[in-house]
């Protein structure tokens, strides 16, 4: 089987009945009453955009320096300029440099929590404060934090998007929850099909053949993989969430998934910690499960190297990310993240016999 990459659709989840009709934000305890389900996570970020266009009218957005390309692809999709602030190689906001950047043209700052753990309190309370005193819109992605709860650090934003798609076996998906009180423009969305969604369900199909041969070569499988992230950016028009992965958003056993994902990263980090040629960029679980993880992220310095080693063997681990240099010029702990960071999947497709093998691959990688 192949350990990684997109997922495949479940169709015992697809087949049965909706069990509900909302998504339960574990971050906060309440206070986004309003959701909206989108065809994938930038989607729900340009309406977000759309929402708050008279507040960001001749304002700009402050965006992490460390960040995908989709994220400056909303903003350019929604017409809103944008500067970037820096991010640390420890995954925290440089607050200095964000302090540098907050110029009278400041309308919104864009806030990622990274892999499962939200930013710490002190960057929390100055976002507060300075959203407060200059009356700055704040946008929380929570695409690597879905799950994850506190209080304390999530759930303050005046908008919260995330794509969904990375967490369950759908081919689309996005949420955007925005904050009660705020008040905008409610957009129309359009007809969930599109060539993203196609693409995805052929995924499926393809992966099916590598369940089946898994000595196949792996290169035809990343090109389907590369076809179908990049025709996610040819259209950002915000449109519906399709009605099969609504069903299966719905229909999963959502204690499972958690369940299943912490253990598979608890097994994964302690096989892993001690090897001296990787340095975790994850960070250790709490015992609570109040952070239910990504995956596990790791920097090594060879990173293209381990990664062609783990595709050979049937483990397709991801880059977060590859930065968009032609936009702008980042700071160096986003350029040394970018370059050495490597996460390997431990969703609720696996059990610990995987988990296992892909430590063996690692291991073997460094003997």
Same mark, same amino acid.
């Given at each position: *089987?192949? $350990? ?44 977000? *955009? ?12 402050? #965006?992490?320096?460390?960040?995908? +390309? ?41 806030? $990622? ?13 100055? +976002? ?9 819109? $704040? ?6 934090? +879905? ?29 955007? &929850? ?7 423009? #409610? ?24 369940? *089946? ?20 950016? =040819? ?8 009605? &099969? ?34 340095? *975790? ?9 109040? /952070? ?6 790791? +920097? &090594? ?10 595709? =050979? ?5 991801? $880059? ?13 702990? &986003? ?12 969703? =609720? ?7 296992? /093998? ?7 990688? /460094?003997?």
């Amino acid at each position: *089987m192949l $350990i990684g990459g997109f997922y495949s659709v479940d169709g015992g989840l697809l087949c049965a009945e909706p069990s509900g009709e909302d998504f339960d934000l574990r971050l906060s305890e309440g206070g986004y009453d309003l959701k909206i389900y989108t065809n994938n996570g930038r989607t729900a970020s340009v309406y977000a *955009m759309k929402h708050c266009a008279d507040r960001m009218r001749h304002k700009k957005v402050l #965006l992490p320096d460390y960040l995908c +390309l989709s994220v400056i692809s909303a903003m350019e999709w929604a017409g809103i300029a944008y500067d970037f602030y820096r991010v640390r190689a420890d995954l925290t906001v440089d607050l200095a440099d964000l302090c540098e950047k907050l110029t009278d043209d400041v309308g919104m700052i864009y806030l $990622i929590h990274y892999f499962s753990v939200p930013q710490p309190a002190e960057v929390v309370r100055c +976002l507060k404060e300075t959203a407060a005193s200059r009356d700055i819109l $704040i946008m929380e992605d929570i695409t690597q934090a +879905l799950f994850s709860k506190d209080g304390e650090r999530m759930g303050f934003g005046d908008y919260i998007v995330a794509s969904t798609r990375k967490w369950f076996p759908m081919t689309d998906g996005g949420l955007l &929850a925005i904050k009660d009180g705020n008040y905008g423009k #409610l957009q129309t969305l359009e007809s969930a099909y599109d060539e993203s969604v196609y693409r995805e369900l052929l995924i499926s199909v393809v992966r099916m053949q590598y369940e *089946m041969s898994p000595e196949m070569d792996k290169e035809p499988y990343l090109l389907f993989e590369k076809a179908a992230n990049a025709s996610r950016y =040819q259209d950002l028009t915000p449109r519906r969430m399709t009605e &099969a992965s609504r069903t299966i958003l719905f229909n999963t056993d959502l204690d499972v998934l958690m369940k299943k994902r912490i253990e598979n990263f608890l097994y994964l980090y302690e096989q892993l910690a001690g090897l001296e040629q990787i340095e *975790m960029l994850s960070r250790p679980l709490d015992l609570g499960g109040d /952070y239910v993880p990504f995956g596990l992220t790791l +920097l &090594a310095e060879d990173r293209d190297g381990l990664y062609r080693h783990l595709v =050979q063997r049937n483990i397709i681990p991801e $880059i977060q990310w590859i930065l968009p240099l032609e936009y702008y010029e980042p700071g160096e702990d &986003a350029v040394y993240l970018s370059e050495h960071n490597l996460m390997l999947q431990c969703d =609720q497709r696996y059990d610990l016999s995987q988990m296992k /093998y892909v430590a063996e691959v690692i291991r073997e990688y /460094y003997e």
